[in-house]
């Protein structure tokens, strides 16, 4: 009769056992009924005296009762584990969860965002490789594929139409805008090439130099950017090498402004005719604006004469902008043509 009690309490603590197991398991549930199956053979009447087995029944019970609270705390102990392994993947994946969904959020306000930054760079996190990420407008930067500058070789050599310069000496304006030493001119001085005339707007400085030519640069150089009535750009590239002064540099270097972004406007007319070279070949390709927003569809025309300044004019550029200058680009298999 006890071995009947006590093997209804070994299947109650079982059934508990079971019964609190409620965390998923990953353990097989198979350990229980072999737990109990090597318990039940002991628990079968043995034939003997009455005495004998009066104190071999007692001693049995004693032995399943230790059986059964052996085997409790190991159950319990499997639980208590299997229930940490639990809430630790329960955790572990709640935290990926949440990491994931942060970082969505991130990349969507990122992306939702509209970049419209206007401060670039020469050099670092708002550099030339960084352009196109700053303003949505700046695509072109980094994706067009047809950006100036780019190294001049195996151009096409032809006999290229001489341009026609029409300039005067004009009033003007100056303006360090950040990036270089801007000249705006007085409307009045032209150039015609391939059946258009265009309107020198404004005339900037790089340095070193922007293009190449067969792999060679300039320590500096000018461009001159040009606008036809319909808008289509035409930018006219001075070299600059180290030699005699030039005086309509000089005349840009006394009129510099004081402080970057204040416009200084002289009394005084300049002659752009000083900046050009008296040999008028040229290499021509399509490219684009050399800095944000790297728009494209601009005619290049690059002077194959280069224009001289002196070490004392280069010089005192260089304190202002030691590097202004984008890198060459991809020519893409553009076509360029030069003068014989
Ligand atoms: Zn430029």
């Known amino acids: 009769m006890r071995n009947l009690i006590a093997l209804f309490a070994l299947s109650l603590v079982t059934a508990m056992a079971n019964a609190n197991d409620a965390a998923p398991t990953t353990k097989p549930a198979a350990e229980k009924p072999a737990a109990i199956a090597s318990i039940k053979p002991n628990l079968r009447p043995t034939a003997a005296t009455p005495a004998a087995a009066q104190k071999s029944e007692e001693d049995a019970e004693v ?20 229930a940490e392994d639990a809430a630790r993947a329960r955790r572990a994946s709640e935290a990926r969860r949440k ?37 949505t407008a700046w695509a072109s930067c980094n994706t067009g594929n047809r950006q100036s500058p780019i190294d001049l070789r195996d151009g096409i050599k032809v006999d290229l139409e001489q341009i026609a310069f029409d300039y005067h000496p004009s009033s003007f304006n100056e303006i360090d805008n950040g990036h270089t030493i801007q000249v705006n001119v007085a409307g009045g001085n032209f150039l015609s090439v391939g059946g258009t005339t265009y309107e020198l707007q404004q005339f900037h400085f790089h340095r070193p130099g922007e293009e190449r030519i067969n792999g060679k640069g300039t320590e500096m150089v000018v461009h001159m950017v040009h606008k036809s009535y319909d808008n289509k750009i035409a930018i006219l590239a001075v070299l ?40 008028r070949d040229y290499f021509t390709y399509m490219g684009s604006l050399s800095e944000p927003p790297c728009t494209e569809n601009v005619l290049w025309i690059v002077m194959k004469q280069p224009m001289t300044a002196s070490p004392q004019q280069m010089a005192l550029f260089s304190r202002l902008y030691p590097f202004n200058s984008r890198p060459v680009q991809p020519s893409n298999g553009r076509m360029v043509k030069e003068s014989m």
């Open 240 to 279: 600059l090498e180290r030699g005699d002064a030039n005086p309509m540099i000089q005349t840009v270097w006394n009129n510099l402004p004081l402080e970057k972004h204040m416009t200084v406007t002289p009394s005084i007319v300049l002659d752009v005719n000083e900046i050009l070279p008296a040999r």
């Open 63 to 82: 032995d399943l009762s230790v059986r059964i609270a052996e085997k409790l705390a190991e159950l319990r102990a499997k639980q208590a584990l299997r």
């Open 99 to 135: 990491k994931e969904a942060a970082a969505a959020a991130a990349a969507a306000a990122e992306a939702a965002k509209p970049k419209n930054g206007t401060h670039w760079t020469y050099e670092g996190e708002f550099g030339p490789e960084n352009w196109s990420k700053i303003n």
